[in-house]
């Protein structure tokens, strides 16, 4: 099976929430139950990886938020430059793809996706990281292989400067 094409959207009542199946039940439970109450409350905002072919198909979905983390637990490699004050960003707080589509790539392509929406927003309100909440050690290390590092003392958070992303989305002509 390739990856369908697929389109980005904000989540709406038309997506298909109940049919989608990560094969995480709690995940799946935050999509079908609270990412559109979230998103529409401005606590957070999802967006969908719709079939462009079956346009109530979700494929996948990421959502995310404004956020910050203490400066003192981010790699210093990250910080070099900023003031000793919160260190602001975009939580990435959750990520995830259908099981009919899982290994295809779509992952990494929502994590772009969530990247340059996050650079947009950077560019007039500020932001400078990426800040991870991974759902467990798999998860960790699937952020790790894009990147990101974690937080000192906190293995699940991770982070990436917007900055890595900006750098190559520049040199794939996509920014």
Known sequence: MTLPAWREEAIAKSHGR??????????????RRYARQSHEQNASKTFCAIDASTPNRVLGF???APSSVAH????????KGL?????????LARIATDVSVAGHGL????????AL???RIASE???????IDAKG?????????????????????LVMPLATFAADLKTKGLL
């Open 137 to 157: 050690e798999r998860a960790a290390q699937w952020y790790a292989s894009y990147g990101a590092e974690p937080l000192e003392n906190h293995p699940f958070t």
């Open 125 to 131: 309100a500020g932001g400078v990281l990426l800040i």
């Open 107 to 114: 992952g990494g392509q929502l994590l772009v996706a969530a």
């Open 62 to 64: 990421y959502t995310v």
């Open 72 to 79: 003192a637990g981010v790699p210093a490699s990250m910080t």
């Open 83 to 91: 003031t000793q004050h919160e260190v602001p960003g975009f939580k």
């Open 117 to 119: 929406r996050c650079l």
């Open 18 to 31: 109940q049919s989608f199946d990560c094969g995480d039940p709690a995940m799946n439970d935050f999509f």
